[in-house]
T-cell receptor, first 110, second 114 residues
Framework: GQNIDQPTEMTATEGAIVQINCTYQTSGFNGLFWYQQHAGEAPTFLSYNVLDGLEEKGRFSSFLSRSKGYSYLLLKELQMKDSASYLCAVKGSGYSTLTFGKGTMLLVSP | DSGVTQTPKHLITATGQRVTLRCSPRSGDLSVYWYQQSLDQGLQFLIQYYNGEERAKGNILERFSAQQFPDLHSELNLSSLELGDSALYFC?????????????FGEGSWLTVV
């Protein structure tokens, strides 16, 4: 099976940097995804890591350590519109589909 | 706009009834997924189809069924509805079925069972 843990809630200030952690335990590993989801809307793809290291994409970066079963999403220069739920999702081996964590609700305040 | 289209956007129905949710994947995508999202459970994987064939099954109830048609659109059928089935149902699609394929989500269908 797969188990994914991430904090339930985080708060940060506009303009700051925030790191959202995700730990996982899976039977096989074929990549880790981060999605952003605003309330009542569709999850939107942010990043994909399959090898160890940091992937940077604008204000967002994602890091993966396969040996530690650990990833983080780093958001820089926070904006009010970044207030959303951030979902960590892991793809297991073979044809297994994405398993999602319960999400981290990020609240950005002025 | 992800390119995944779902209908209806909102649906209110009574317990014991049956509903059908429809999904058109992004152009070129062969794989379709169905997810259920409720407040306390997060995104739960229900079922996946690839090019018309069932590929993977998650925590889908026996009262629920799905299929993918030759034109690649998919339908999720929910029957004998219960209050607890009230949730946001997402369809998603990807090009392939294996690793590395990014899954793109539709806007979802809000189902309320009263």
């Amino acid at each position: 099976g797969q188990n994914i843990d991430q904090p339930t809630e985080m708060t940060a200030t506009e303009g700051a940097i925030v790191q959202i952690n995700c730990t996982y335990q899976t039977s096989g590993f074929n990549g880790l995804f981060w999605y952003q989801q605003h309330a009542g809307e569709a999850p939107t793809f942010l990043s994909y890591n399959v090898l160890d290291g940091l992937e940077e994409k604008g204000r967002f970066s994602s890091f993966l350590s396969r040996s530690k079963g650990y990833s983080y999403l780093l958001l820089k220069e926070l904006q009010m519109k970044d207030s959303a739920s951030y979902l960590c999702a892991v793809k297991g081996s073979g044809y297994s589909t994405l398993t999602f964590g319960k999400g981290t609700m990020l609240l950005v305040s002025p | 706009d992800s390119g995944v289209t779902q209908t209806p956007k909102h649906l209110i129905t009574a317990t014991g009834q049956r509903v059908t949710l429809r999904c058109s994947p992004r152009s070129g995508d062969l794989s379709v997924y169905w997810y259920q999202q409720s407040l306390d459970q997060g995104l739960q994987f229900l079922i996946q189809y690839y090019n018309g064939e069932e590929r993977a099954k998650g925590n889908i109830l026996e009262r629920f069924s799905a299929q993918q048609f030759p034109d690649l659109h998919s339908e999720l059928n929910l029957s004998s509805l219960e209050l607890g089935d009230s949730a946001l149902y997402f369809c998603a699609s990807s090009v392939g079925a294996g690793s590395g394929n990014t899954i793109y989500f539709g806007e979802g269908s809000w189902l309320t069972v009263v």
